[in-house]
Every structure is written in C-alpha cells, then in structure tokens.
C-alpha cells in the first residue's frame, strides 16, 4: 500500500503542478472564512459594546412600570383600573429588606434658563440615590439631599454638557437657574457619562421626583427604580415587590423587569444579529465551495488520462479517491488558515481605521467557520473525487 | 499462462450492441512472444485491456496463472496489474510533472515500496535501458524513443510475467521504433511474456507467433 508520505508527496506534486488552480481553490474558501471571521467578529464587538452599556448600571437592578405588560418592554395599561404609581409607593418598597436604593423617575422637557442664555433640555425627576444606583460621580458640589421626598427644596444639579453651555467654563454652585418657569439652586454638576445606547444623559437636569410631577403636572411617576444588595436572591425581592404593591394598589398593576431578564432579552436579540452576520459570512463560504467544487471537476476531468494510468499501474479505486480528496482537504485547510489570517487582521485593520466600530474577535464562530470551511471542502472534494475513483481505466486512459 | 475461453465483450452504444470481441478462444504460454495484428476496430485494443485486467468481459471464462480473473473482485483486479503486468501505452502515457525517474518509481510507489528501494530499482532499470542520463529529465526534455524507453521502464520495473504493448512504435520513427521492439525483444528474452498489438507489418513478422483479428474474431492464430 502507499506510504503516507508518498501519498501526500504526490499530492503537494500535483497541487503545485497546477498552482493557478490550487489557487484560486484556496481562495474561494479563503474569502469564505475571512468574511465569516470579520462579519462575526464585527457583530460580537457589537454585542459586547451595547451589554457593556448596559451592564455599567451594574446588574441589581429592578425596573417597576405602571400597567401590566404582555411582552416585556411594551406596557399595556388597563384602561382607568390602575392606581397610579406615587413616591408613596417607592418610600414603601425602601423598606422591603435587602432593597438599598430606590428612585421614584420622572422624565421630561423644559426650558431651563440662565443669565439670559436658555436652553431646552431633558429634566429628570430622580431622588437622592440616583449617582449611587446608576454610577454617575458628582464632579462639583453633591447630589441632590435626603430631603423629605414629598416636600424637597428646590434644588438641581446639572448634567455636564448643560453645566458647560450655560455656564461655559464658570461655576455655576449656588446659583439661580429657571426650569420651566420655577426657580432652583444649582448644588452640585455631574462628570461626563457620554451617550447611553443614544440617550444623552449629560445634556439634562436633575431635581427631585415631587419638584417634576408638579413641572409636568403628573400625579404618577414613570417609572421606580430599585437596587438591591449584591448577592441577595433577586426572586424573594421580586416576590416581595408584588406583594407590596398588591396590598397597596388591591391587585398587581405594574411590571417588574429585572436587569437580567433585560441583559437575557437583549442578549438574545444580539446573538441573532451575530447570527446574521454570521450567516451573511456562510453564505460567501458556501459560494467559495461552489467554486471549489468547480475547479475540482474541472481538475479530475483534465486529468482523466492521468487516473486511467494510475489505474493501469495497479492503484485501487480507495488509492485515487484518497489522492483526490487529499488534495481537496489541504487545499481547503489552507485556504481556510489564510482566510483566518485575512479576517483576523482585517479586523485589526478595521478597528485601526473606524475606531468607533467595536470589533470582537470571537473563538467560537472562527472555529465553527474553519471546520465548516474543511467539511465544505471535502463535500465539494468528494462529489469529484468520487467521480474520480469510479472512471472506469479503460475509458480513462483513452481521455485526452 | 494466459487462457481466454469463449471470451465476449459487447459494447452497448445507444441502442446499438458493437461486439468488440466475440467467442475469443487463446492460450498464451509464459515467455512467449506473440504478435496482434488487424485493421483499426477489429478489436486488438480491447483484447489487450480484458488481458491486462483493464476491461472485463462481458461473457467467457479467464484463467491466468492457473487463477480465474473474472470473478475478482476490482481490488483483487488491481493487485493483479501492480506485480503481474506491464503496460506500454502508445503514447507513453508518462506525467509530465515528473522526472523520468519519478515516472519509473510510480508503480513501486503505489505499491509501497521503500524510497531507497525504489531508487535504486528505478536506476537500474533506467540504466540497463542506456537512459540512466536522462534519469532527472522531465518528459517534456525527452525524445519520444527516450519517453517509451522511460515507459517501457516503468512497465517492467515491478518484474511483471507479461509486457502488454499497444501500438509501442506507433508514434516513433522508425529508427527509435526498432529500438524499442529491440529492447522489447531483449526482455522477452529475459523471460517476460510479450504482447505486442501493432499496424506494421514489420514489427509483427518479428514475433514468434501471430494473431490477426478481424470485426472482433481471430481469423488466424500460429
Ligand atoms: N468504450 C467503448 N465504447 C463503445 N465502443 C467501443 C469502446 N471501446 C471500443 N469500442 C469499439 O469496439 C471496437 C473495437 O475497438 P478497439 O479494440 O479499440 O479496436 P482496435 O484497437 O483494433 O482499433 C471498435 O468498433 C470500437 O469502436
Ligand atoms: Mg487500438
């Protein structure tokens, strides 16, 4: 029987016997694996910006929201039976044990005024908390006090892009701004925290939950945010948030959305977009091996002759399919290692040029895409080289 | 050695049957020298490849080496050419990507034998065919005597019993052509059967025995 070494000396032989074809085999495949290396990495790096952006809230979180939902995320109020949301509600859920933080949210627009410069802005009706829960440093001054929530002084701290157009490079601590026609003392400005999943938290202004619903002339609040303690169980809390608020409203009239279930949720619907990605990427290797399945049938047909005398020289039909798939797979596997080159660093090349664009070079998909780069090299071999090892030597040897 | 016994081989082309070879009746003893002779599609080719365990019958019976061949198995067919035949094509049938030595080892090669082995069989054959120089020349660098004495080396390198030749001087001139029937001649002396199928006139009277085919039959066999 053939030596291996033989074997795969009369492979690398005939490969380099035909270096155009070889090549261009090996470059279906490569391009195959390097958009599915770059695609996925590219939809990773996305994947972990945006969980990132989220996660830097920290992961004990609960979200309550008036009304019941249906799905997550879309709140379906039953019309005029709910209660509505208070700051009552939120100084009750404060005493439910291990709960550390909790901020009754209101949200908003107005024309904040100061010497004469004016700007509309977003106004956030938060409580004392709210650095804490969602990690914002006070850059001047402090955060809004401990006051009684339901009779706060007229207090605001401002957010850093609004700190700087009305104030430029002065400091704006202890004096007069206008919110929506009521006057506040500026206390205390926050550091920068730059866009949040597109919300612009710097161009804002925070005062308490009372002081806003009477801005906005609500008597509910958006939304109550509540942070527990690190390692306490996230469902007695959760339990417990439901019982409250049925004993307070007579039924559960609100949703709770824990920052897991939102990080599972987005989680999911960003695998998807990897998936897609991905998937784009799989489409062009399956192309590559369309070509490679080409060039192998071009390849065993020029050398019919070839196979006939292999045949005449007393090789079996396993010897030829063998040289033939051989080919095949080596040709596949480093079309494969040079296209993970070409992704790997394309994906470089690319965070070099668009810093912006988070790339994430994922171990997972690349693997996935170098297995299937090798299986649909070998199916594309196998189709050939089966036709290849069934040539009957008599016709064979008379090809040419 | 060799015994075909009622030996038929019916091609089916569309709905057409072309009986290449019909009730073939021969026996060919070891060493002997045996020319084939008959005008183009009587049928020479094809009885040379059932012979060669190219082709299989499609009816009779084959005995080779007191062995019965038809009934084997494609593998076991194999196995038969690699240690028991040598076939010398009409146009050398040589790869171009490698050297004249390379072509030679070919068959030793696919039987696995060792490199040093290999070299020094392939050498000695070339050698003993007056072409050693040539040993690390590709075809291409060849004359066409050169490329069959290359060929006729690889045939006879794994001692086959029998050296099957179709047309081996067909695409020679006639000097290189007698060259090759010499050395031909000189293995036969060695012991090898030798088969040689052939248009010239010349080159078949050489043989011992002749056979002439005529639409697939022998109508004369020595
Ligand atoms: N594979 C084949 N398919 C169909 N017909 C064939 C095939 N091989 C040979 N033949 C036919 O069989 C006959 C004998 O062919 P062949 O043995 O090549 O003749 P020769 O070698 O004497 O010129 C011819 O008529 C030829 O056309
Ligand atoms: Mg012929």
Redesign the pocket.
């Known amino acids: 029987m053939l030596k291996l070494r033989d074997f795969i000396r009369l492979i690398v032989m005939a490969i380099f016997c035909h270096r155009l074809r070889a090549f261009l085999t090996m470059l279906c495949i490569a391009i195959g694996i390097a958009a599915v290396v770059l695609l996925t990495s590219i939809g990773e790096g996305i994947h972990r910006f945006v969980l990132s952006e989220f996660t830097q809230f920290g992961t004990n979180l609960i979200g309550i929201n008036p009304g019941r939902a249906t799905t997550v995320g879309a709140s379906v109020g039953v019309f005029g039976a709910e209660r509505p949301l208070t700051i009552d509600d939120a100084e009750a859920l404060k005493r439910i044990a291990n709960v550390e933080a909790v901020i009754p949210m209101v949200q908003g627009n107005a024309e904040i005024k100061a010497f004469g410069k004016s700007r509309r802005s977003t106004v956030y009706g938060v409580g004392a908390e709210f650095p804490t829960v969602f990690t914002f440093n006070v850059s001047a001054g402090r955060f809004l006090p401990d006051d009684d929530p339901l009779a706060p002084r007229a207090y605001a701290v401002l957010g850093y892009t609004l700190k700087n157009e009305l104030f430029g490079t002065k400091s704006p601590l202890g004096q007069y701004i206008r919110i929506g026609g009521s006057r506040y003392r500026v206390i205390g400005t926050l550091e920068s925290k730059g866009q949040v999943l597109g919300f612009d938290l710097d161009d804002a202004v925070y005062i308490p939950t009372q002081r806003s619903l009477a801005m906005f002339n609500r008597d509910s609040v958006m939304e109550i945010d509540l942070l527990y303690k690190e390692g306490a169980n996230q469902q007695q809390i959760v339990g417990a948030i439901e019982k409250l608020i049925i004993a307070r409203h007579g039924k559960m009239d609100v949703t709770i959305t824990t920052q897991q279930q939102m990080l599972e949720i987005l989680g999911s619907i960003l695998n998807v977009l990897t998936f897609a990605v991905g998937a784009l990427g799989g489409i062009s290797l399956l192309v590559g091996g369309v070509g490679i399945l080409t060039i192998t049938t071009i390849a065993v047909r020029e050398r019919t002759s070839e196979i006939g005398l292999y045949r005449a020289l007393g090789a079996r039909r396993i010897q030829i399919l063998a040289l033939f798939l051989g080919e095949a797979a080596i040709l596949s596997g480093l079309g494969g290692v040079i296209g993970l080159a070409v992704g790997l660093l394309g994906g470089q090349l690319l965070q070099l040029i668009f810093p912006a664009l988070p790339t994430h070079f994922s171990l997972f998909f690349t693997s996935l895409s170098v297995i299937l780069a090798i299986i649909i090299g070998l199916i594309a071999g196998v189709l050939p080289a089966m036709h290849a090892a069934q040539l009957d030597p008599?016709?064979a040897l008379r090809a040419e | 050695m060799i015994e075909l016994q009622a030996i038929q081989r019916d091609?089916n082309?569309g709905d057409q049957t072309?009986h290449?070879l019909q009730q073939i009746n021969l026996t060919i003893s070891q060493g002997e020298y045996v020319s084939i002779m008959?005008?183009?599609?009587?049928?020479?080719?094809?009885?040379l490849n059932v012979i060669g365990l190219l082709d299989r019958p499609s009816s009779g019976t084959y005995t080779l080496d007191q062995a019965e061949i038809t009934a084997l198995s494609d593998d076991e067919r194999a196995d038969i050419r690699q240690h028991k035949i040598g076939f010398i094509f009409q146009f050398f049938q040589l790869l171009p990507r490698l050297t004249a030595q390379e072509n030679v080892e070919l068959p030793m090669l696919l039987a696995g034998t060792a490199p040093f082995v290999r070299q020094q069989r392939a050498r000695k054959v070339l050698q003993s065919l007056d072409i050693l120089d040539r040993a690390g020349h590709r075809p291409d660098q060849l004359s066409g005597g050169q490329q069959q004495r290359v060929a006729i080396a690889r045939a006879t390198v794994m001692q086959p019993k029998v050296i099957l030749a179709d047309e081996p001087t067909g695409n020679l001139d006639r000097h290189s052509g007698r060259e090759v029937i010499r050395i031909l001649e000189r293995l036969n002396g060695e012991g090898m059967s030798l088969i040689v199928?052939t248009h010239d006139p010349e080159v078949g009277q050489r043989a011992k025995r002749h056979i002439r085919?005529i639409d697939?039959k022998i109508t004369h066999s020595d």
Do not use: D
């Open positions: 008599v016709t | 091609f082309v072309i290449a008959g005008p183009s599609g009587s049928g020479k080719s094809t009885l199928v085919m697939g």
